[in-house]
Structures are given as structure tokens and as C-alpha cells.
């Protein structure tokens, strides 16, 4: 049984790997921002959740895999501590922003955690790879202001080569937010020799603009800054011989979605 299959499995979301969140609002977390700058507009209070059903070659956060590497968390005492925070992050247009791991793989905690940001009066944002995006039901997604959605390939070959899981969940994700008119800032991680197919990338980005509600594009240049991870977590790290992107490569690659959509500043 691979990773995905056994968080995924029946049994595994009654609480042996998947969602464990119980309904008074507990769950697994691996660590907290207070003052994030990258997860969504303004100064942001970012809580990264433990459990993550995907194995990305670069994945900065391998210890954010299995959730019970995490440290329980009650999610009252979590929105009282953003509670504190609250009107700092608000003269900054920032808010809430839940990330992981992937932060769907606790779906009733998300939801706990979003619905204490909206009762402070606050901005949220769900940073997720939409790989279990039908975990996300109607409540939890009127209570999320914006997704930072990873399209991570476009290519179901490339994707799960990258990531080990399959291209399909998130697209069909990422056409139901379309749907809903939910704003996206779409991300996309620039590997070279992965994902700078530039034919693929002209796909991806004419298929964001025809759906209508993904507001920017953040290409992110492939860097290794999390390898020493992998080595602590005695895995191996297969992008070791892969350099980053060079600013020109990493320009190229931002023109072709300039061409389709806005991207940040
Ligand atoms: S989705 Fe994120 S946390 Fe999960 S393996 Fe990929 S990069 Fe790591």
C-alpha cells in the first residue's frame, strides 16, 4: 500500500493516518508563523498542519509528512493565540492562512480554524497542492477567502513522477473553485529538467486564464534549501544533482504566464 493509499483509505480517516481531527477541533500540527510574508496578502498568521499524502522531489517540509510527527493542537487554543494577533494582521490586509504538509488531510480542524479567523473579522487562505480538494466540503470553502493552489505539473506523466500522485484531483479541484468564483493565486515551482517544459507550461497557464478566478501566478524557482531534511530523515534526496533555475530561465517561464494571467509584482 503506497502513502496515498493509506491516507486515503477508509480506515486511515477515521484517525489512523488521515483526519484525525476530532469535532471539538483538534489536530495535528507541525508549526506556526506569526508574521508570514509569502502565504497570501498582507502580514499572515500561517499554521503549517502535519500529513501530507503526496512525496514532492523537492519538498522543503518532509517533516510535515505523517501527521503524528506533528504536536496536537486544540483549535480554540489556537484561534485565542491568532486572536492576539488579530488587529495587527488586519492593518496589514492579512489574515489567516492554514499550509502544511497539506492542510486537507485534517479537513474538520481546517475548518475549526477558519471559522475562529472569520469570527476575529479575518482574511483567510488555504495554501494547498488540491490533490484532496473533495475533502474540502461547502462549509469549509465559504469560510476561505482565497487558495494558493499548487499546480505542481500539467502533465500527468511529470506529475506523478514529481509528487507520486495523479494530475486529476487537483484540476478537478481547481475547476470547482472555479466554479464557486473562489479567488486562486496559482503557484508553480520552476524545476529544471521537471517542469520547464515550455509547451506544458503554455497549457497550464491557458488553462488557468479560461478559468476565470485565479487572480496571480507566483513561479517559484526550484531551490534545495530543504535537503538537509531529507538527510536528518535518512531519505534520499533525488534533486541532489538538480541546480535552480537561472533568473533568465525563471523570467522565460514567468513571460509565458505573463501572457495568459497577471503574476505578482
Ligand atoms: S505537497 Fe507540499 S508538503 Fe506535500 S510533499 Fe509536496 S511539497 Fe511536501
Redo the contacts with the bound molecule.
Keep these: 500500500m503506497t502513502n496515498i493509499d493509506r491516507l486515503l483509505s477508509p480506515a486511515s480517516m477515521t484517525g489512523a493516518e488521515g483526519d484525525s481531527s476530532s469535532p471539538c477541533g483538534e489536530g495535528w500540527v507541525h508549526s506556526v508563523e506569526t508574521c508570514g510574508a509569502a502565504d497570501g496578502p498582507g502580514l499572515r498568521y500561517v499554521v503549517f498542519l502535519s500529513g ?1 499524502p ?3 522531489r ?5 517533516d ?2 505523517h501527521m503524528r510527527d506533528g504536536h496536537g493542537e486544540r483549535a480554540d487554543a489556537l484561534v485565542a493565540d491568532l486572536g492576539r494577533y488579530a488587529g495587527f494582521l488586519k492593518r496589514t490586509g492579512g489574515g489567516l492562512t492554514l499550509s ?3 492542510p486537507l488531510v485534517q479537513p474538520a480542524f481546517c475548518r475549526a480554524l477558519f471559522r475562529g479567523a472569520k469570527g476575529l473579522g479575518l482574511h483567510t487562505a488555504l495554501d494547498t ?1 488540491g490533490f484532496l480538494g473533495t475533502q474540502a466540503d461547502t462549509a469549509l470553502l465559504a469560510d476561505i477567502d482565497l487558495v494558493l493552489l ?1 499546480i505542481k505539473a500539467f502533465n500527468e506523466e511529470t506529475y506523478q513522477a514529481l ?1 507520486g500522485g495523479s494530475l486529476g484531483p487537483t484540476l478537478a479541484f481547481a475547476e470547482r473553485l472555479a466554479t464557486l468564483g473562489k479567488p486562486v493565486w496559482l503557484r508553480y515551482v520552476l524545476v529544471p529538467g521537471l517542469t520547464d517544459d515550455r509547451a506544458e507550461i503554455a497549457a497550464l497557464a491557458a488553462y488557468a486564464a479560461a478559468l476565470g478566478n485565479v487572480e496571480r501566478v507566483d513561479v517559484l524557482p526550484y531551490h534545495d534549501l530543504g535537503a538537509h531534511k531529507w538527510a536528518l530523515l535518512n531519505k534520499t534526496y533525488r534533486l541532489a544533482d538538480t541546480n535552480p533555475p537561472t533568473e533568465v530561465e525563471t523570467q522565460r517561464v514567468r513571460d509565458i504566464f505573463d501572457r495568459h494571467l497577471p503574476r505578482a509584482a
Excluded at 523537492?58 to 518532509?62: A, G, L
Design positions: 501530507c503526496l512525496r514532492c523537492y519538498c522543503h517540509n518532509p510535515t509528512w502544511g504538509g497539506e497542492s499548487d509528487t
